[in-house]
């Protein structure tokens, strides 16, 4: 069941608000379910407000152990300073980053797995150990940090899963909806819906075309009246998650492409 | 569909019917209840329902559901404008009914869909 748009907002876009069928309503649940994820797929998270706890780095940063190269010429060598692999940028799966829960750091946490791993004393302070990249106030007057950057006093840990963060990001209900006074996350609800329209309408028209069709029937039952559709059936007629070159170019804002170039460091 | 404007009430007939359109009566301990709110967003236990009006508990603002009100099976479902205070835009309004004959869980009637209109 999608968890971001309503199966009513469906319906009624697809002209069926007064006389959708058992089984009208069960393509287009499918349909909404297959189009919310390919979208959250291609944003790489989950665009509905949610809180995270995550590990972070998810690989070893440092790549030399030492700060410095050797390069050589013709007759001279030099040693050249090079950047530390590890920075004092994080790069959050979820964006935007509402709020930040708390921040442990622990060099053998071992991503939560070593028992007493990242203790209370390991907590850091918001504010002076860390901070977001808090780049405005939504209308609620809370910050939000809408690239998903954390940042060090200091330079974060290189050891994978040594740092554990408890976060809140995603776009209110509002927001979603457009009905927000200073976000605006409409676009992504108009993609969903787009998508799974596109998807229904694709079942229909096969629908029509084949005479004495029963539709993804699974079961029908008369007394007490039930209608079970197929998913193996309907996910061949609804195909698979391919987003339309329009959605992709609607979707592209939101997606966390610093995540994405970061290959989740 | 229901469509329904925030700052007036809306008034409606429920009749509850079986596979072979009788109309059930709900009686006695029997509760109905009247949901807003987006499908698959409601919360385990309607915590972040928009609006819920169960039988036998109006709402503060006036909201009521009565079972078999006139008679003949007839519920009326009264959502008062105090209640409608929630972002216009589609929703889903959900039927249920607790039929204590029946098992004790909630069944759902029917589901509609429902607009809310900012005037």
């Known amino acids: 069941m999608s968890n971001i748009v309503d199966l009513s907002e469906l319906l009624l876009l697809l002209g069926l608000s007064s006389s959708a069928t058992e089984e009208e309503r069960g393509i287009a649940q499918y349909a909404l379910k297959t189009a919310e994820s390919s979208i959250k797929d291609y944003l790489q998270y989950n665009p509905a407000q949610t809180t995270y706890v ?32 590890c920075a004092d940028e994080l790069q959050l799966k979820n964006i935007p980053i509402r709020s930040i829960t708390e921040v442990r750091i622990d060099y053998d946490g071992r991503f939560g797995s070593r028992p007493g791993s990242f203790p209370s004393s390991s907590i850091k302070a918001a504010g002076s150990d860390y901070w977001a990249s808090w780049d405005g106030i939504d209308s609620s007057s809370n910050l939000i940090c809408r690239d998903g950057i954390l940042r060090s006093v200091g330079l974060w840990p290189e050891q994978a899963g040594s740092v554990k963060i408890t976060y809140v990001a995603g776009y209110t209900k509002e927001e979603l909806h457009g009905e927000d006074s200073v976000i605006n996350a409409y676009p992504i609800i108009e993609c969903i819906i787009e998508e799974a329209m596109r998807k229904v309408n694709k079942v229909f028209q096969t629908k029509k075309k084949r005479a004495g069709w029963l539709g993804p029937l699974a079961s029908e039952n008369l007394g007490s009246y039930s209608y079970s559709s197929d998913t193996a059936s309907l996910a061949k007629l609804i195909g698979g998650t391919s987003l339309s070159g329009v959605t992709l170019e609607k979707l592209n804002p939101y997606v966390n492409w610093g995540w994405s170039l970061s290959g989740g460091l | 569909m229901v469509y329904a404007y925030q700052r007036r009430g809306l008034t409606r007939n429920v009749q509850i019917l079986d596979a072979n359109s009788n109309v059930i009566v709900p009686t006695g301990l029997d509760t109905i209840r009247a949901i807003i709110g987006r499908e698959g967003q409601l919360g385990a236990n309607l915590e972040t329902a928009l609006l819920v009006v169960a039988s036998g508990s109006d709402t503060p603002a006036g909201s009521f559901f009565r079972k078999n009100d006139p008679s003949n099976g007839n519920n009326l479902l009264r959502l008062d404008a105090s209640d409608l205070n929630f972002a216009p835009g589609t929703y889903t309004l959900f039927i249920e009914l607790l039929d204590v004959a029946d098992d004790s869980e909630w069944k759902n009637v029917s589901r509609d869909v429902f607009v809310l209109e900012g005037t």
């Open chain 1, 54 to 85: 995550e590990f972070y780095p998810q690989s070893n940063v440092a790549a030399f152990p030492g700060g410095s190269i050797l390069e050589t010429g013709d007759t001279s060598a030099y040693e050249r300073q090079i950047g530390s692999p």
